[in-house]
């Protein structure tokens, strides 16, 4: 599997290049973070022994086995939902906090981190594409809750993450992509350069990302090949 996780990388950062070239863009300013859920433990030293330095997860009870047998080789980024019951875990093991969805998921964070003396470095969801199943901040509150939740102290708010629409329409994910990128122009505008992460782009979008100002993409199946069936929990 090295084999193919390195070959995929290969590949994918070609098409990166590609996207860059074709959106006056530079390769240099996206990150890749590699979502493994589902994915073994295996697979995110595979991933950081090829070169990668940002491993994404979206489950707490998923990753706390992973990440504990890995050890601290990359920076942990949370992408998925999280509870309020799990924010004291996902502290432990996370060094960002990609999905902050509501107020109140903020302010316990702001509360945990301040309990451990530290901070903690946060980027707020925004739902561009409307879809009720998906969680975040609506595109109207954004700005309001930017300003808001960047006063909390224990919280180092430097970016806005989002999920784009799914659908095949090309035209609709560019939209969303690209209001999600005015909200974080409006952000940057508000705290200065250290608000510098845009994250937004899948497998299956990363490049339509690209074209909009993303500035850090989270591929997951184009890295690791499918996702595996879930073995427990
Ligand atoms: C699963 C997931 C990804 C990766 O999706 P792929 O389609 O496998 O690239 C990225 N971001 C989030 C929030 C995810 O949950």
């Known amino acids: 599997m090295k084999q193919r996780i390195s070959d995929n990388l290969v590949q994918l950062r070609g098409q990166i290049a590609d996207a860059c070239e074709e959106y006056d ?8 973070v590699a979502i493994a859920k589902t994915q073994p433990a295996s697979a995110i030293q595979k991933v950081v022994a090829a070169g990668i330095h940002n491993v994404g997860e979206s489950r707490i009870q998923e990753a706390e086995p ?23 875990k996902a502290l432990e093991l ?18 945990r981190a301040g309990e451990l003396d530290r901070e ?4 707020l969801e925004v739902n561009t594409s409307g879809e009720e199943q998906k969680y975040g901040f609506a595109p109207e509150e954004t700005v309001s809750m930017i300003k808001q939740i960047s006063e909390f102290s224990n919280i180092e708010l430097t970016g806005l993450m989002t999920i784009g629409p799914l659908t095949d329409d090309e035209q609709q994910i560019r939209a969303a992509f690209r209001r999600c990128c005015e909200l974080f122009r409006e952000g940057r505008e508000l705290l200065g350069n250290e608000f510098d992460t845009l994250s937004m782009g899948m497998s299956g979008d990363f490049h339509l990302a690209i074209a909009e100002g993303s500035t850090m993409i989270r591929p997951g199946t ?3 090949g499918p996702r595996r069936p879930r073995e427990k929990g």
């Open 25 to 32: 863009r530079d390769a240099d300013d996206i990150t890749i």
């Open 66 to 88: 992973k990440i504990n047998e890995v050890g601290r080789i990359a920076r942990f980024h949370m992408v998925g939902h999280l509870q309020t019951n799990k924010v004291k």
């Open 94 to 111: 996370f060094d960002v906090i990609q999905s902050v969805d509501s107020l109140k998921l903020a302010e316990e964070i702001n509360r």
């Open 120 to 123: 903690v470095e946060c980027y």
């Open 222 to 224: 184009s890295i690791f």
